[in-house]
């Protein structure tokens, strides 16, 4: 059976590894293909910061609160194993800063010692008036998505460096189900209205006296529209740009300006760090995440598609669940196809 997945950024390599990982020894002529016509280090995820984050609300979405759940307990059980620092995986601590009382987010009880900022802490923080402290982690994709191409690699699943323009070019091609994990850009395999471009833009510095993340939140301005400061292992993150429906990959000069004015605002030593590199980028931005199965006639046969994309600003933080989603749904055509046994407890 061939699987072809579209997409190498971290949906499309982690559910290639999911599924790979929990099928190949029920279905020995299981065959995964990754095809993609932008690979690390030029996907979306290779830009991103790599905090374990979801957004402020989940808008009652229990569904994926559990997928975020279900990766970062997949995720800190695996930091303090010896493939952390190849992962580029780490706990790191911070703060979430607002300007008015906010109800506590539906993950507090998801990152480790989640608790309301003290006044002194706040006094830290001048013109923010409420906050949280915590612990998660960060995982960044620079190395995380070599690490899950090694993996897929040593697995035996073959990469093909190339624009996919429909579904029926690979079902022509004898693929047998394809996982859809073409982020922003969905749309041209299938229109969807939903799905829409989240602009992102951020500057990356040397600032190795930074520990902490601080994100702040402008309940006026949206999400992502203020300032953020995000270290890692090498760099920090510099961010605050979110621009709904804009294509534009280009660099701007004048979000350059706002992303550094207001993070050397929220932190003035940041002021004599040195810029080492600028990027920008587009969030696959949607209501929510399009994680479905979906028949589509090629022919006289009914081909299976499984789509898994729409993550917004958070497809690290939902990676893994989303992946073993993608694993279930594909277990379900098998069962279907009565391929294989039903799937093991551990799906």
């Known amino acids: 059976m061939r699987v072809a997945v579209i997409g190498a950024g971290v949906i499309g390599l982690s559910t290639a590894l999911c599924i790979h990982e929990q099928f190949h020894s029920l279905l020995p ?16 995820s290779d830009g991103a910061a790599g905090l374990w984050q979801p957004y402020l609300s989940d808008h009652g979405n ?3 609160t559990l997928w975020n759940k279900e990766t970062f307990d997949h995720l800190l059980g695996l930091v303090g194993s010896p493939a952390a620092k190849e992962m580029g995986l780490f706990l ?8 008015q009382p906010v109800p506590d987010p539906s993950w507090k009880n998801i990152v480790l010692g989640f608790r309301n900022l003290t006044p002194k802490e706040l006094e830290l923080f001048p013109g923010y008036s409420h906050g949280w402290f915590n612990t998660a982690l960060v995982l960044e994709c620079r190395r995380y998505l070599p690490w899950l191409t090694n993996r897929l690699t040593q697995r035996g699943v073959k990469f093909f460096h190339k624009k996919v323009e429909s579904f029926q070019e690979m079902f022509a091609q004898g693929v047998d189900v394809v996982i859809n994990c073409t982020g922003v850009r ?14 992102g833009q951020v500057i990356k510095v040397l600032a190795p ?41 280009a660099n701007s000069a004048q979000d350059h300006r706002t992303i550094w004015e207001s993070c050397c605002r929220l ?4 002021q004599v760090a040195k810029i080492v590199g600028e990027w920008s980028g587009l969030r696959p931005a949607r209501p929510r995440v399009r994680l479905e199965r ?6 006289q046969f009914q081909a ?3 789509h898994n994309y729409g993550h917004g600003g958070f497809g690290i933080t939902i990676h893994w669940g989303c992946a073993m989603a993608a694993a279930r749904l594909f277990g379900s055509i098998l069962q279907e196809k009565k391929l294989a046994g039903p799937p093991q407890p551990r799906l």
């Open 304 to 306: 299976q598609v499984i």
């Open 267 to 270: 932190l003035p030593a940041l």
């Open 62 to 64: 229990l569904q994926e």
């Open 209 to 249: 006296w930074v520990k902490h993340f601080i994100i702040t939140h402008d309940m006026e301005s949206g999400i992502y529209n203020s300032p953020y400061i995000i270290p890692g292992s090498e760099f920090t993150v510099l961010g605050g740009i979110y621009q709904h429906g804009n294509w534009n990959e």
């Open 29 to 44: 002529s299981l065959r995964v293909e990754v095809y993609a016509d932008r690979c690390t280090p030029h996907t979306t």
């Open 294 to 299: 979906e028949s589509i006639h090629h022919g």
């Open 92 to 99: 790191i601590s911070g703060y979430n800063l607002f300007t």
């Open 186 to 199: 969905a749309g041209e395999l299938q229109p969807d209205p939903e799905l829409q471009p989240g602009r």
